[in-house]
């Protein structure tokens, strides 16, 4: 069982920013997702990614991939200078739940797989990023999810037990992990969803509210 007031764990992409390679790659491919996926495919293009992930320089990781296929290196480079356009934006009703356990002063963090430099843009335009008391991003420690590594730094770092926390992902490697390190998971598929899970674990009241567990 958690404490009476919890911390509550956010992944990000996914479940608070929705991001998408594709988003980016239907511009340069002419709106054609199975062309977007052979070329990811052939490049192992989400391995390359979780590279970057773990602490690797786009820079770097752009000129690697370039050289194994140089028949890509324009789509390649691109991922890296329009990075941005691979993201929608937020997730807004994941937002509004945020809002009110921030209002309820829940303790708040966030552990996310993400390039600290790609990250770093996006920080400053979105407000809800400074409601989190913490964040940690996996490309500063050099591990990725769902490695338990990273979950157990990140523990130490925010100073609480797994058992006392709740963790959301919409990862189903990561949600595996964190279970059988002890947390309270919830597997995210959408906010309305979210806000039913937060409900049945006594943390938000029936009318959308969150509960006040001091």
């Known amino acids: 069982m958690y404490k009476p007031q919890p911390a509550i764990v956010f992944d990000f992409g996914g479940v608070l920013v929705d991001w998408n390679s594709h988003y980016l790659y239907r511009k340069l491919l002419n709106g054609d997702d199975a062309a977007i996926d052979r070329f990811q495919a052939e490049v192992g293009f ?27 290196a324009d789509l390649i480079r691109a991922y890296d200078e329009r990075w941005q356009e691979s993201l929608s934006g ?46 940690l991003i996996s490309s500063t420690v050099n591990l ?48 309305d969803q979210l806000a039913a899970e937060l409900k049945q674990l006594g943390l938000l009241r029936q009318n959308g509210h969150v509960s006040n567990c001091t």
């Open 90 to 135: 937020p997730i807004w009703g994941t937002v509004e739940v945020l809002r009110a356990l921030k209002d309820a002063r829940y303790p708040l963090y966030g552990l996310s797989n993400w390039a600290l430099e790609k990250f770093e843009l996006v920080r400053p335009q979105y407000e809800f990023f400074s409601w989190f008391d913490d964040i």
């Open 46 to 72: 989400t391995e390359w990614n979780l590279h970057q992930d773990k602490g690797r320089s786009f820079a770097e990781g752009v000129a690697v991939l370039s050289k194994q296929f140089p028949q890509y």
């Open 144 to 191: 990725i999810k769902p490695d338990p590594q990273i979950f157990t730094l990140f523990l130490d770092r925010i100073g609480w037990a797994a058992a006392d926390c709740v963790y959301v992902d919409d990862s189903a490697a990561n949600i595996i992990t964190a279970n059988q390190l002890g947390f309270t998971t919830i597997h995210f598929q959408s906010p």
